[in-house]
């Protein structure tokens, strides 16, 4: 048996720092400095927010990308292209960031939560089709932690009751399903390039579709109402302006040219973990289902059975920070548990629908096991170094695993 472990006093199995993040050099330098100097610093004026629209929406199959402030901003704007009217419908998973669900409360619709499958931390269509009422207008499917939602059945499921279908893709850059791309697989898509996130410009968002007229709507929501051929101050719908600034897309460009190699590197490392932790009992990595070809990895997603550790999940997770591997137990409630849906405290939105809204009422099984049972997470700047790194973190589970009689009477 190895050393004891390090969370009661032995060595840790990994000493030094993973791969850091965000990861850049002169490429970010250069376009920034080349957009700073060109006084063209808005995205009316310069090239580069351009640029990275037409690169990024091409890279995952789509003729259009609106690039926009966040990736909060980016579903809402989709919402309000679609056509949602108010207090309408939508489903969301509850094992999501928040923004997916309150960027519909943003619409001035309704989020109705339906549970996830366990093995696949995605939206369970199943779920999906009993939660379909009479007002029910769309569905959020996340491809949650870079792997894509069961998109054939939900894609069957829209059509047969009428239902625009918008991929909260925030997590999915690169990823692919059947060999196409996140962003590409239902009417419209949302990216997020927030801080954490796979493709990062500190902020931002974008809306990938290949629907012609969609994309018009979006221009004109995220640029003040704005309409093609019609005048500067002529403003037709309501909008704001959402628009990325020059540096952000400067350093977006920059980071794009990295994105394939580095979401390859992810999906190999992250199957080679999966595969090895899938050995250890009591370790369930997010089952990946055959249409993924490729993961993104933006999470790597597991199931801890405390059964099988004699110590609960927060234990097991101490006892692997305390060896080096940044592991965290992911989000803690389901969203319906949040305090903000509850409270209905949703500002001047849905006036009418709160008086009927009760989400205490809402019981997501699966999803409650995962927040406050199972659930944990690995980041995605974990897998941007060599196998020897998956090596020492697998190490690390298979020591605390090894040690669970010590843990378990540790009592941490
Ligand atoms: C699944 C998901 N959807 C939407 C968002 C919102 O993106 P942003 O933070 O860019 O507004 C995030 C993350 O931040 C996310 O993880």
């Known amino acids: 048996m190895s050393d004891a472990l390090a969370v009661l006093g032995g060595s840790k199995v990994r000493a030094r720092?993973?791969?850091?993040?965000?990861?850049?050099?002169e490429a970010e330098e250069q376009r920034l400095v080349?957009?700073?100097?060109?006084?063209?610093?808005g995205k009316l004026d310069g090239d580069e927010v351009a640029e990275f629209e037409r690169r990024f929406a091409a890279m995952h199959g789509c003729k259009h990308g609106i690039a926009v402030v966040n990736g909060t901003v980016s579903l809402r704007i989709a919402l309000m292209a679609a056509g949602l009217r108010a207090e309408e419908e939508v489903i969301v998973p509850p094992y999501t960031f928040l923004a997916t669900a309150t960027a519909v409360v943003e619409a001035n619709a309704v989020p109705v939560f339906a549970d996830v499958e366990l093995e696949t931390f995605n939206l369970d269509p199943k779920a999906v089709e009993a939660a379909?009422?009479?007002?029910?207008?769309?569905?959020?499917?996340?491809h949650i932690a870079g792997q894509a939602a069961d998109m054939d059945a939900l894609l069957a499921i829209s059509r047969k009751h009428n239902l625009i279908v918008i991929e909260d893709a925030a997590h999915a850059h690169g990823a692919r399903y059947q060999g196409r791309p996140a962003g590409s697989l239902a009417r419209?898509?949302?990216?997020?390039?927030?801080?954490?996130?796979?493709?990062?410009?500190?902020?931002?968002?974008?809306?990938?579709?290949?629907?012609?007229?969609?994309?018009?709507?979006?221009?004109?929501?995220?640029?003040?109402?704005?309409?093609?051929?019609?005048?500067?101050?002529?403003?037709?719908?309501?909008?704001?302006?959402y628009r990325l600034g020059e540096f952000q897309g400067a350093v977006l460009n920059a980071q794009l040219d990295r994105l394939e190699e580095q979401t390859q590197t992810r999906d190999s490392n992250g199957q080679y973990l999966a595969a090895k932790l899938k050995r250890l009992p009591g370790i369930w990595p997010q089952r990946r289902t055959a249409?993924?070809?490729?993961?993104?990895?933006?999470?790597?997603?597991?199931?801890?059975?405390?059964?099988?550790?004699?110590?609960?999940?927060?234990?097991?997770?101490?006892?692997?920070?305390?060896?080096?591997?940044?592991?965290?137990?992911?989000?803690?409630?389901?969203?319906y548990r949040q305090p903000l849906f509850l409270n209905r405290a949703f500002g001047p939105y849905l006036p009418n629908a709160r008086r009927r809204l009760d989400y205490a009422k809402v019981d997501c099984p699966n999803c409650a096991k995962i927040c406050g049972q199972q659930g944990a997470w690995l980041e995605q700047s974990l897998f941007l170094g060599p196998k020897s790194d998956m090596d020492d973190i697998a190490r690390a589970f298979e020591k605390v695993y090894e040690h669970r009689g010590a843990l378990a009477k540790a009592q941490l």
């Open 17 to 25: 720092p993973f791969t850091s993040w965000p990861v850049f050099g």
């Open 132 to 142: 379909i009422t009479p007002r029910t207008r769309a569905i959020i499917p996340v």
């Open 291 to 335: 249409e993924t070809t490729r993961h993104s990895y933006h999470l790597f997603l597991f199931r801890i059975d405390a059964e099988a550790f004699g110590a609960p999940r927060a234990a097991v997770l101490k006892a692997l920070q305390a060896e080096g591997i940044p592991v965290s137990g992911g989000y803690a409630l389901p969203l």
């Open 188 to 241: 419209l898509g949302s990216f997020s390039f927030q801080s954490s996130k796979n493709l990062t410009g500190g902020e931002g968002g974008l809306i990938t579709t290949n629907d012609d007229e969609l994309a018009e709507a979006c221009r004109s929501i995220h640029n003040c109402g704005r309409v093609t051929g019609g005048l500067w101050y002529e403003h037709h719908v309501m909008s704001s302006n």
């Open 34 to 41: 080349r957009a700073l100097r060109s006084g063209k610093w």
